[in-house]
């Protein structure tokens, strides 16, 4: 093996330091082609017969793309038509430097089996190896040695090809210089376009390819739109001094030309800039980072209030324009007029684009020839795209997805390129998928790596599995659920001991025992973090297998648990705790309503039916205690579907109800949380995986104590105690659902609870739970943390032994941070899938009248809430193309006079509900005012009988 | 010789002497073997006479305290230490060590001398004595020769030009891991009350400076034709995404992987010292001890083979 030296020197900025390092040169790195004779290599990645049907190359050849073609065509990579890649190293280290999400996916093609790329460490290379020349600059001589190893390869595959059939290999570059010197070379080269537009079994393909520099030039006229962007070291050194300020930039919602750019401050203090006009927002995208400029004083303006949805087709960017400027001073024009002025500004720069694929639709160009259509995606906050594709009339309704790949400065919308299309928009199925991107839920099927370290069925119950085992399985153990359920992860046992005092028993699926650390399988749990549960469909964390056979605790089937069992006198104090891995047998898989009926119904006798009643009172006793330490119970409305068992519609809709037996397994839920937590936190005190709840600052509590002011109840805020007191005792008369009401106010002034490593923090308190330290343990099939958390157990009670990941507080932490968000975009795509079925269910069922209550009071509208549905709706008092009635909103109260009426929170109103689908992409739910009745506002009762006939016709 | 036998530590041995903490990572802070001395006066704690050797050691090293390393964790996210096709910074694999060129005899005026490249690590020792003890006279032992270890740094041994005073923490505390690494390989007992120097100076660093010393100070004594037990060669071990990195450079000690330094008596596969400053899960240490002791194995080699070629020469010029 020959080592030989170089010296590659290298300065840094900011104190030029002389580096030097070694450069080791190696003639035994092999060219990874199977047809190879010459090279010693173990395993080939490069097929010998690599045909890409082409017109350009009708040879087999293999493909070397250079760094931009990367950078720029990952879409066009990864599509499994191309195959038998070259990626040299310059191009990877070249791609690493310059994007991380790019850098990400090149390395998941490279692992892909099927796709056959090969990485060639040219820089290592004896022969491949270049020295940078004097006055060449980096990007050049990287071209340079890109070059050097094409050539080394196609010279190499000559001489070493054992069945002489001619492999080539095809240099791709955008870049006219370098096209030109490799041809010079006697390299075969080609531009990516040309190339992509010659195969020829796919010519889908050429819609993928992003638009590169000199195709923009054609596109946009010639006429400069926006104001050029300012250099990176120039934004810096105005941050630097002041003059310019950096921040994330926040499309409206409702109004294309406005913007708001949030800057943090040093602590609390940070300001939000307003945006106005197209010049000003200068190309920007919502949540880009952005650099602004702060405009004088006397052009600040008012945030204008107007909704204005950018929806002309492609027109001539000239006519557009001349529209815009338009309603631009007409917004400016509004801004005057109110004195709340907000200090405003214009971006000078962008500091990083945080563009992703957008979800969406096709607006087809009017001119039927025409490839070049804009997109308009889902999010309304994002600018409609211009994208080229060939297949418009079959993308035409359907959902796509849509990368963006520039927006010039003379160009009125951002260039991208089609990625996929999800389906037809409106089906079901397509409708999910699209949440469940834009909720960046990963929803794949499970890959082969991830199920091979699944157990072999049929699996039983060895003698070596149970020698660590508490045998449990003669206790009468059962599983309390809500209908439907098929991953279970709890069960619960309670029996009276000799000496008079209860043993209680949760026992949690041992899922640990299957998932070991570090496998494929768990790093697929731990990336997706929890189950997501959409309306009619679960998307799981952990493989079917596992969630609703092995690990699922069902009745009558012998399972692995973690047992925490507690000595518990009649008072509910617990008096030993002990933590044991086990096996159960449970003996009844109930629902909330049959456990209820178990309890309540005196014949029964049974040992499940008096375990039941021994764990529902101790729960009793347990919920007084924890609330009596100053424990929230908040309240917010969850709705159930039926769904048609053939069509999967939903048929009816039905606020979840609460039984005493939710509580009774909530309650022991709890108490194994904090339990497993103080014994993982006084083992692990550096990297014990805990959950905590912040307490909201006093402000959030603002609207809370308005509304309960309105009706003359005093809610104090000091603690939690106080609150869930006073919350306790607000009551008015003759109004049942106050309390209610107001428990869904309160829940909104709460803080998201996070998961965090024990070492990273220093505040533990879980606020809402009243408890100094808490976890999850209780829910392994469905969130990760509760694996981390059963790891941590095992090993603090010997069962099982630590890995390196585990007792590293870094990585725990940045485990954490995955799990809070996973966790977060799960609860909205949830959310999000439940307003979608909602529209289903009123889309089916016509036009309703329903009775409501008034949660907020808004300038222009009023928000009702609908018990019977737990349905939230805005009603409006500005609709379009009506006389606006004379509005006059308090601050105070808050309250809004509409002529003579004045709605203040917690009114009871009645409101026809319809569904509004005169825009596809977003469909929502239209709510208009019967009661009271206000001229010139409500409308009228619609008559209800259509409905019941209705609803015949869909029996 | 019983006390080779009680030299002879094998990986379980040293398990049982690391201190493990309550989640199984451990922190070897610096375990060192014994000289002849300690191992011959045994006879009360038998095998485990090297324990109270190293207590005095622990204090030394516990002032390098862990935010330190996590520091410097931080500091050079960016680098790619091991690229997947098992490639490192400098194009090494895994396993390999850097280019080690050595010469003996450098200096005449000295008993011993040499100078050894390790990459672009360089290290010239210097050997005199044996010697009868300088200064105070109540240094010398009555059955041994006492060892002293002097280790400096050039101030143009590293990129940028320091003044570096002697005595410092830094090179106190490496004077002391050469004394003890050569007290139990110099047979020092055929020397009582006599004095043996080493001077090891590392005129241009680039990762794995005690090793390098080591390796150049086992060459000097050589050449000062100072009895050893066998060679004693020294290699740093880096651990980064389950892989154990051979001789590491400065890159890569600086990148945020727990290193480990292991001086071995190759022959008898004994472990003359080890060190780490990091904290390392358990059940990584046996690989990456004997990935080291692979490594040392490989820097011996090369040193016999320098070791020969000199005498060579040498024999040649006397016309033998």
């Known amino acids: ?955 | 010789m019983n006390s080779v036998a009680a030299l002879c530590l094998n990986i379980p041995d040293i398990k049982r002497c690391i201190q493990t903490e309550e989640d199984r990572t451990v922190t070897v802070r610096t375990l060192l073997l014994l000289s002849l001395w300690s191992c011959r006066s045994s006879s009360p704690g038998g095998a485990f006479g090297y324990v109270h050797s190293a207590a005095d050691t622990w204090g030394v090293a516990l002032a390098v305290r862990l935010p330190f390393i996590r520091s410097l964790r931080k500091n050079m996210a960016g680098l790619e230490l091991l690229s997947d096709q098992g490639y490192r910074l400098d194009g090494r694999k895994a396993a390999e060590l850097r280019k080690v060129q050595a010469r003996m005899g450098v200096f005449a005026q000295a008993d011993g001398s040499a100078y050894l490249e390790q990459g672009n690590t360089k290290a010239l020792a210097v050997v005199y004595g044996p010697h009868e003890i300088r200064g105070s006279r109540s240094r010398a032992l009555h059955d041994r020769a006492v060892i002293n270890c002097q280790y400096s740094m050039a101030t143009f041994s590293t990129a940028e030009r320091k003044r570096r005073p002697h005595g410092d923490r830094k090179s106190t505390e490496m004077s002391l891991h050469l004394k003890q690494t050569f007290e139990a390989a110099v047979m020092t007992q055929l020397y009582p009350r006599s004095q043996i120097d080493i001077y090891v100076k590392i005129l241009q660093s680039d990762g794995g400076n005690y090793s390098v010393c080591v390796n150049a100070a086992t060459l000097a004594v050589i050449d000062a034709g100072i009895p050893m037990r066998d060679y004693v060669c020294a290699c740093t071990v880096g651990f980064v995404d389950e892989t154990p990195l051979a001789d590491l450079c400065y890159a890569e000690e600086s990148g945020g992987v727990s290193s480990l330094a292991l001086a071995l008596l190759p022959r008898g596969g004994q472990i003359a010292l080890l060190q780490m400053d990091a904290r390392l899960h358990q059940d990584h240490l046996e690989a990456l001890i004997e990935a080291a002791m692979t490594a040392c194995k490989g820097v011996s080699k090369v040193l016999d083979e320098v070791v020969r070629q000199h005498l060579q020469e040498v024999s040649s010029l006397t016309g033998e």
């Not at chain 1, 990297?687 to 009706?711: E, F, G, M, Q, V």
Request: charged content about 25%; hydrophobic content about 35%.
């Open chain 1, 1 to 955: 093996m020959l080592k030989s030296k170089t010296f590659v020197k290298k300065t840094r900025s900011g104190g030029v330091m002389k580096i030097v390092r070694e450069h080791y040169l190696r003639d035994d790195i092999w060219c990874g082609s199977e047809a190879c004779s010459g090279c010693k290599q173990e395993s080939t990645v490069l097929q010998t017969d690599a045909c890409m049907e082409s017109s350009l190359c009708s040879y087999p050849h293999y493909l070397v793309p250079d760094t931009n073609v990367v950078l720029h065509q990952i879409d066009v990579l990864e599509d499994p038509v191309i195959r038998n890649v070259i990626i040299l190293q310059t191009v990877l280290q070249e791609v690493r430097h310059r994007s991380a999400p790019v850098y990400k996916r090149l390395k998941d093609v490279l692992h892909e089996k099927e796709k056959h790329f090969y990485t060639f460490t040219n820089e290592h290379h004896r022969e491949t190896f270049i020295d940078r020349e004097p006055g060449e600059s980096a990007n050049d001589r990287n071209d340079r040695a890109i070059r050097v190893a094409a050539k080394w390869y196609s010279q190499h595959l000559k001489t070493f090809e054992c069945d002489k059939d001619g492999l080539k290999v095809v240099l791709l570059t955008n870049d006219q210089g370098n096209k030109q010197k490799a041809e010079e070379s006697g390299l075969l080269v080609y531009k990516c376009e040309e190339y992509i537009k010659s195969l020829i079994a796919n010519p889908e393909l050429v819609d993928r390819l992003a638009l590169s520099n000199d195709d923009k030039n054609e596109i946009g006229s010639s006429k400069v739109l926006f104001p050029e962007h300012l250099p990176l070291s120039r934004i810096q050194a105005g941050i630097k001094c002041g003059s310019f300020l950096q921040g994330t930039f926040r499309a409206s919602r409702d109004n294309y030309l406005e913007a708001t750019v949030f800057v943090q401050g040093e602590g609390d203090d940070s300001t939000e800039v307003l945006l106005q006009g197209l010049q000003n927002l200068n190309r920007a995208v919502h949540q880009d980072v952005v650099a602004v400029q702060l405009l004088p004083r006397s052009q600040w303006v008012a945030p204008s209030s107007v909704v204005l949805q950018d929806e002309g087709a492609a027109k001539d960017d000239d006519v557009e324009e001349e529209e815009e400027e338009k309603a631009v001073s007409w917004v400016l024009d509004q801004g005057e007029t109110q004195s709340a002025r907000k200090p405003t500004g214009k971006v000078v720069g962008i500091i990083k684009r945080n563009w992703r694929p957008f979800c969406g639709m096709l607006n087809v160009s009017q001119i039927k020839e025409s490839t070049r259509h804009l997109f308009t995606p889902a999010d309304r906050r994002v600018p409609r795209i211009r994208i080229e594709t060939r297949q418009a009339s079959t993308l035409a309704g359907h959902r796509i997805m849509v990368a963006i790949d520039g927006w010039p400065k003379d160009s009125r919308y951002p260039n991208g390129h089609f990625v996929r299309s999800l389906g037809s928009a409106g089906e079901k199925d397509t409708e999910q998928e699209v949440l469940l991107l834009e909720h960046d839920v990963p929803h794949q099927a499970f890959s082969q790596a991830v199920l091979s370290f699944l157990p072999k069925m049929p699996w039983a119950i060895t003698p070596e599995d149970m020698v660590r085992r508490e045998d449990l399985r003669h206790l009468s153990v059962c599983s309390v659920d809500p209908p439907g359920c098929t991953d279970i992860d709890d069960a619960l046992h309670c029996r009276e001991l000799e000496n008079g005092n209860l043993e209680v028993g949760v026992h949690i699926a041992d899922v640990s025992h299957f998932i070991r650390p570090s496998n494929a399988l768990d790093k697929e749990a731990a990336s997706r973090g929890t189950t997501v549960y959409l309306c009619g469909k679960r998307i799981d964390m952990v493989p079917e297998l596992l969630s609703s056979n092995l690990c699922s605790l069902r009745s009558n089937v012998e399972r692995f648990a973690f047992s925490c069992i507690w000595e518990m006198n009649h008072k509910a104090e617990v008096l030993k705790t002990r933590f044991t891995k086990s096996a159960i047998n449970s003996k009844a898989s109930l629902t909330y309503a049959e456990a209820q009926m178990r309890i309540d119904d005196t014949n029964m006798n049974d040992e499940i039916t008096k375990s039941l009643r021994g764990l529902n009172k101790l729960a009793k006793t347990l919920k007084r205690q924890r609330i009596d330490k100053g424990a929230l119970t908040l309240s917010s409305l969850e709705v159930r579907f039926h769904m048609d068992s053939e069509t999967h519609d939903p048929i009816d809709l039905q606020t979840k109800e609460l039984m005493e037996t939710n509580s009774m397994v909530e309650e022991f839920m709890l108490l194994a949380n904090i339990s497993v937590a103080q014994k993982i936190y006084d083992e692990f005190s550096e990297c014990a995986l805990l959950r905590k709840h912040p307490a909201p600052p006093p402000s959030n509590y603002d609207i809370l104590l308005k509304a309960a002011k309105s009706k003359d109840v005093e809610i104090h805020t000091d603690s939690a105690k106080a609150l869930a007191d006073s919350l306790d005792g607000a009551k008015v008369d003759g109004f049942p659902y106050f309390n209610t009401l107001l428990r869904i106010l309160a829940t909104r002034c709460m803080m998201q609870a996070v998961y965090f490593c024990s070492g990273m923090d220093s505040d533990f308190h879980h606020y809402g739970l009243a408890s100094p330290i808490y976890t999850h343990f209780t829910s392994p099939i469905r969130r990760y943390a509760d694996i981390i958390v059963h790891r941590l157990l095992a090993v603090a009670i010997g069962a099982d032994s630590t890995y390196p990941d585990l007792m590293d507080k870094h990585k725990q932490s940045a485990l954490c941070n995955n799990l809070n968000y996973r966790h977060k975009m799960s609860q909205y795509a949830q959310r999000a899938s439940v307003a979608f079925h909602t529209q289903l269910f009123f889309k089916s069922r016509g036009i309703l009248n329903e009775e409501g209550y008034v949660l907020f009071v808004r300038k222009n509208a009023i928000i009702v809430l609908i018990p019977k549905f737990g349905l939230e709706g805005t009603v409006f008092f500005d609709t379009k193309g009506k006389t606006v009635p004379n509005l006059v909103f308090d601050e105070e109260g808050p309250t809004l006079s509409v002529e003579q009426h004045i709605f203040c929170i917690f009114d009871k109103v009645k409101v026809t509900i319809t569904l509004d689908d005169s825009n596809v992409q977003h469909q929502k739910i239209r709510m208009s005012l019967i009661e009271p009745v206000i001229t010139g506002v409500s409308v009228p009762a619609p008559d209800a009988e259509p409905q019941a006939k209705k609803l015949k016709l869909d029996n």
